[in-house]
């Protein structure tokens, strides 16, 4: 095979890969297709999505995922893989092994987008696929040429506590970043009418926080924040999958999401919101070749003379302003059962499911003398407590008990899931000591 021919760009995998027969301008190969044909080789493909049961399933649902020995609380920071997203990997990866099957790698990557984007009520064409939440805050700051345009950021210290470390280092870089702080849990509206004044460019928060489970009325602040010309950021890591989520009602400009929490993913791979309409607006801050919708060289045997090393041309979607290179294709497969998954059972009965669960915990909580960071009204999955040597004092009584939250050193959080019920929550509250 030789390298550097012209590839069109669209397709998939060719039986000229396996025989390396040279690829020829037209061929309907890309780069992606020659890289990747070595190791995946064409039979027959498989939908992915065959693993997804057709009924819908009841909550809580146990037999979605392995039997596990104790009581497992602590999704927030890692959601346990169902066993048909385990078996979507397992598809993949014995079509990797064996070098005889054919991955439909681009039709699982145009499902998982579809499947995203309806859950967040947007389109494929405004996604980008990104290793990280954080990753895709990082772009959306560099799309904005911020520092060096300068202006305000407004934040708050409810946003994820990683991104501390982003938004310091940019008002040391001379941002003038104003940081909101909580009232009983809570960041008011008001708050967001003060702080956003003129010269703001970028207002950044998370929908649902990971400290406390707290959610910002983002249409509210949206609305704020776009009267005053700024533009509005949304991590919504743990409010994808897990609340209603529509960008297009609430306005948001921007949102990221990683995959290892609430979309029963795992990590190295998520997704990148982008409003279609601001895609003009923003500086290209990386050239790879993932970005490319058309490519030609002209430096290589038998090419067409050009006037250039290559003519490129890049994808009119956000994966043409944001993809970097090659992405995780396991996690790829486990999105696409688990994304499918999270749709067949609907946002709206996981929250209904998690309700009484919830009503169940605090009360708990509060008599044994907890106190409760999370707002009594919330509907996220994430109840907090403050208290101090909390990883101290709680480590060896919760494993013996066989119980796992997220503890922290002055903080622990609980997380039910889909397949939590309430036995899960009286095992916890016996576990834990009084205050």
């Not at 602590?74 to 014995?94: C, K, W």
């Not at 345009?149 to 990683?162: C, E, Q, Y």
Request: with cysteine; net charge positive; charged share 20%.
């Amino acid at each position: 095979m030789q390298v550097g021919e012209n590839y069109a760009f669209g397709s998939r995998y060719s039986p000229a890969t396996k025989r390396g027969i040279n690829i020829v301008a037209g061929s309907g190969m890309t780069r992606r297709d020659v890289l990747a044909g070595a190791a995946i080789l064409p039979v027959a493909a498989q939908d992915a999505t065959a693993h997804v049961a057709p009924e819908v399933p009841t909550l809580p649902d146990r037999r979605a995922f392995a039997p596990m020995a104790g009581v497992y609380l602590d999704s927030g920071t890692m959601h346990p893989i169902p066993l048909g997203a385990r078996a979507s990997v397992q598809d993949y990866l014995d079509r990797r092994t064996t070098l005889a099957g054919r991955y439909p790698t681009e039709a699982v990557e145009a499902r998982v987008k579809a499947n995203f984007a309806r859950l967040i009520g947007a389109t494929p064409e405004e996604l980008a696929f990104v290793q990280s939440t954080t990753a895709g805050e990082q772009l959306i700051i560099d799309a904005l040429d911020l520092p060096r345009a300068s202006g305000r950021i407004v934040t708050d210290t409810l946003h994820f506590f990683g991104s501390f470390y982003l938004y310091q280092e940019l008002a040391k870089q001379g941002m003038d970043v104003a940081w909101l702080r909580p009232t009983d849990g809570r960041i008011a509206v008001d708050a967001f009418e003060r702080a956003i004044t003129p010269g703001t460019r970028l207002v950044s928060l998370s929908l649902v926080s990971t400290y406390n489970g707290f959610e910002h009325d983002l249409k509210r602040v949206c609305e704020i924040a776009h009267a005053r010309g700024a533009l509005v950021y949304a991590d919504i890591i743990h409010a994808a999958g897990t609340i209603p989520v529509d960008v297009r009602a609430s306005g948001v400009d921007f949102a990221a999401a990683a995959s290892y929490k609430w979309l029963m993913g795992d990590f190295g791979l998520g997704f990148l919101y982008v409003r279609a309409d601001l895609r003009d607006r923003l500086r290209r801050s990386r050239f790879g070749y993932y970005q490319l919708a058309g490519f030609t060289s002209h430096v290589y045997p038998f090419d067409a003379p050009g006037t250039t090393i290559a003519d490129t041309r890049p994808r009119d979607d956000m994966e043409g302003l944001f993809a970097g290179g090659t992405r995780s294709h396991t996690v790829l497969a486990q999105l696409d059962w688990s994304l499918a998954y999270i749709l067949r059972l609907g946002v709206d009965r996981i929250v209904a499911h998690r309700k009484p669960l919830l009503a169940q915990l605090r009360k708990g909580l509060l008599t044994k003398g907890y106190t409760i960071a999370t707002p009594p009204e919330s509907r996220t999955p994430l109840v907090t407590c403050p208290l101090e040597g909390a990883s101290a004092r709680l480590a060896d009584v919760l494993k013996a008990a066989d119980v796992q939250i997220t503890l922290s050193r002055n903080r622990f959080r609980i997380c039910p899931s889909v397949f939590t019920d309430d036995r899960d929550i009286d095992r916890l509250l016996a576990a834990l000591p009084r205050a």
